[in-house]
């Protein structure tokens, strides 16, 4: 059986490629893929040949995805043939095989469409945990891409108050719609003190308790290192390309006692949950059921949906249109065969 994917087949270069759906082993599952998520910054940055993504041409790029079981392994059980599922590092192609435990039933409220949101909703969850966050703490997410809206749905649980910090207007709005009280440009004259003076008021501490960093820019982390608060926790979950700029470590992490920490998805427990280090399986099902009782909005993420066929245009979009929109997945439907 054929399929379809994305190839990276040098830097610049995407294109549409066939392949050959084999078989699952024992402990995988084939599925039939109905929608993969572009995820923009680490497309962006494989696809560019960003100097620390150590990633190698040619490849498949693509880890969230949706789509109905075809065949599982002897050995995989609780899913079967029919069963609707959300994938994680499947690829974007019209056909996955992957192990078992990177499939994931979908609950039947949640749409295909929101589903496929889950492993991306899920890295910024990661840095909450890791944060340590109580109830009623202040936060600061900066950068509002897909991972900063997700950041200020689930921060809206706990946070007192909750600020944002983005540079577009229209995702500004959505923060506040998401349950931000405040929200600001980057390039708001005064911005520390503004936020300072806020969280002040709010809760009596001068600065964010916990800054959840997604945007991966170094003066984003240089000027949310100035609103933290003393013994605050500045989380990196965005990824950051550039190695050469500096950070006044000794003024903004060792004087106040702040806590800078990675919270990459590559730094998740492999199995066993514990405090603060929940496992990615926990954390997508977590998700997902957050989609299903309404308390996380995906149907707002999305932008658009469109065809494998346009794989080059849409990174070259990507590429090179700094207006490149929120949500984009491909619909791999019309590939699909029998």
Request: charged share 25%; glycine share 10%; net charge neutral.
């Amino acid at each position: 059986m054929d399929g379809y994917r994305v190839w990276f087949a040098e830097k610049g270069k995407a294109v549409l490629q066939p392949f050959s759906v084999r078989e699952p082993k024992s402990d995988e599952v084939q599925v039939k893929v109905d929608f993969t998520l572009i995820s923009a910054g680490t497309e962006k940055a494989y696809l560019s040949g960003a100097n620390n993504t150590a990633h190698k041409f040619p490849t498949c790029p693509g880890y969230s995805g949706v789509g109905t079981v075809v065949k599982t392994g002897d050995n995989v059980k609780g899913l079967e043939a029919g069963s609707r599922v959300f994938v994680a590092w499947g690829g974007h192609g019209s056909y996955n095989i992957v192990h078992k435990k990177n499939c994931f039933l979908i609950p039947d409220s949640v749409s295909s469409e929101e589903a496929v949101f889950t492993r991306l909703a899920g890295f910024p969850l990661l840095a909450l945990r890791r944060s340590g966050i109580e109830m009623g703490e202040s936060v600061v997410v900066v950068g509002l891409g897909m991972l900063g809206l997700f950041a200020v749905q689930l921060a809206s649980l706990y946070a007192v108050p909750l600020i944002a910090v983005g540079n577009r207007e229209i995702r500004r709005q959505k923060a506040l719609d998401f349950g931000a009280d405040y929200c600001f440009a980057p390039d708001t004259p005064d911005l520390t003190q503004k936020i300072q003076d806020i969280c002040e008021e709010k809760n009596g501490i001068r600065g964010g308790n916990v800054i959840i960093e997604t945007s991966g820019q170094i003066d984003a982390l240089n000027s949310c290192l100035t609103y933290t608060a003393k013994y605050g926790r500045v989380m990196l979950n965005g990824c950051n390309r550039v190695t050469d700029q500096p950070i006044d470590l000794y003024r903004y992490i060792h004087l106040k006692g702040v806590e800078l920490i990675g919270a990459h998805d590559g730094t998740r427990l492999p199995y066993n949950s514990a405090p603060r280090r929940w496992t990615a399986r926990r954390d997508y099902i977590t998700v997902l059921r957050f989609m299903e009782s309404g308390r996380l909005n995906a149907r707002d993420m999305l932008n658009e949906i469109v065809s494998p066929r346009e794989i080059p245009d849409v990174y070259n979009r990507l590429l090179y249109d700094k207006e490149f929109p929120l949500g984009v997945i491909f619909d791999w439907r019309e590939f699909h065969q029998g």
